[in-house]
């Protein structure tokens, strides 16, 4: 083996290492994590752009404002908030 | 004691209000304001946000909707056309769509809300509303002298700023609450760079200005308000 070839064999046992131990260890914290900032997105869409479904807001003249940056997030927004609720989302 | 009094004894007051009911003089008062000031060599901006604002006629010239124009050296008057700044408001968001996602056509469902939130009933005051926080934001004049739309309808644009406020301030500090998630989860993954959150950004930039502009005109020191009473 030569010097470069030991090197990035080393290195991929690390990436491995680190990987496996960020599987074990904090994985579940950063789903956890951005689960929650993705319940957030649609709150705060829901009080910016609530006349989507037709839930008064206060000053459409701003929300427009952020209407662009919410766009690809409208429609799965939607689905989810109009969604109805069963029990078995309480397990999901 | 003349108005020219107060001009005089106070430079600090740069922003001054003419209010009160209809047809008393304010736009009298606003315009002879202006004419006196710009005489003194002072550079004045007069702006209106009534529909029906007399302005125009005051000074002879039409005026509504064309943004500042100056009347004689100094002197600049404005008159607010809500109805046109709305439709311009909406196609420059149209086109922001159009960029950011190389649509060749608004997507329906984001067109009728576009359509929809401008049928709103706060939209023209908010339009309005937003038009004299650019004027008062931007600078660039010595005086500002604001001819108010008769009084009740006054008092409900100076009021709309710190209803604003509250709102942005509640939904900016919801949105930095999501960065901090973010911001967590990008650390847990050690991913070195997090995009900058525009609408964090946007949200941040609208509150500056409300509160620049309400902290102006609430400033006991810089503006002026004047009640034009039948005696």
Not at chain 1, 2 to 20: A, G, L
Not at chain 1, 43 to 64: K, Q, R
């Amino acid at each position: 083996m030569s010097e470069q070839e030991k090197q990035s064999f080393f290195s991929k046992v690390r990436h491995v290492v680190t990987d496996f131990i960020y599987g074990m260890a904090s994985h579940e914290m950063a789903r956890q994590a951005l689960k929650t900032r993705g319940s957030m997105e649609h709150l705060f869409i829901l009080i910016t752009m609530g006349d989507l479904l037709g839930v008064p807001i206060l000053p459409p003249y701003y929300s427009l404002r952020l209407l662009p940056y919410v766009v690809p997030q409208v429609s799965t927004w939607k689905r989810r908030m109009l969604r109805e609720k069963d029990l078995t989302d309480a397990l999901a | 004691m003349s108005l020219a009094h107060v001009f005089r004894e106070h430079p600090e007051r740069r922003y001054i209000m003419f209010g009160g009911k209809g047809g008393l003089g304010k736009t009298t008062f606003s315009a002879a304001t202006a004419y006196w000031l710009a005489k003194q060599g002072k550079r004045v901006l007069v702006f209106s946000v009534d529909p029906q604002a007399s302005l125009s006629d005051i000074f002879q010239r039409d005026i509504f909707g064309k943004g500042a124009v100056e009347i004689m050296p100094n002197l600049y008057v404005q008159e607010i056309d809500a109805d046109e700044h709305i439709r311009a408001y909406q196609d420059e968001i149209r086109q922001k769509i159009r960029d950011m996602y190389g649509f060749d056509k608004i997507p329906q469902e984001i067109e009728d809300y576009i359509q929809a939130a401008s049928a709103e009933p706060a939209m023209e005051e908010s339009a309005i509303f937003d038009q004299v926080v650019d004027i008062i934001v931007e600078g660039g004049y010595d005086y500002y002298i604001y001819d108010l739309v008769p009084l009740g309808h006054a008092l409900y644009y100076l009021s709309m700023s710190s209803v604003y406020d509250q709102w942005i301030d509640k939904i900016t500090k919801l949105r930095e609450e999501m960065r901090e998630y973010e911001q967590m989860a990008a650390r847990i993954k050690r991913e070195e760079e997090l995009p900058e959150d525009q609408i964090l950004a946007e949200l941040q930039d609208i509150r500056y200005r409300i509160s620049t502009s309400s902290s102006i005109l609430t400033d006991r020191e810089k503006t002026a308000f004047f009640f034009v009473l039948v005696p």
